[in-house]
């Protein structure tokens, strides 16, 4: 995929009102997963928001700018 058009993607995605339950159709969630793998990462112990989850909320903040983290989190 070329860069202008992942980049429209992207700016199609995140100007919709419902932009972050699609997030997942923009960023395989198995990226996610090989990313934690690739970086050694592992969860010992069960946590509130498991380290997965803390990584798309990351993301989705990324994105998401505008809105606030507490926004983000709640969606």
Do not use: Y
Request: aromatic share 6%; charged share 25%.
């Amino acid at each position: 995929m070329r860069l202008a058009r992942a980049l429209e993607l992207t700016h199609n995605i995140a100007s919709t009102p419902n932009a972050i339950e699609g997030l997942d159709a923009l960023l395989d969630p198995s990226l996610v997963e090989q990313a934690l793998e690739q970086a050694g990462v592992a969860t010992l112990r069960k946590r509130r928001l498991p380290l997965e989850m803390m990584l798309w909320c990351v993301i989705s903040m990324a994105f998401f700018r505008r809105m606030s983290a507490w926004d983000v989190v709640s969606r």
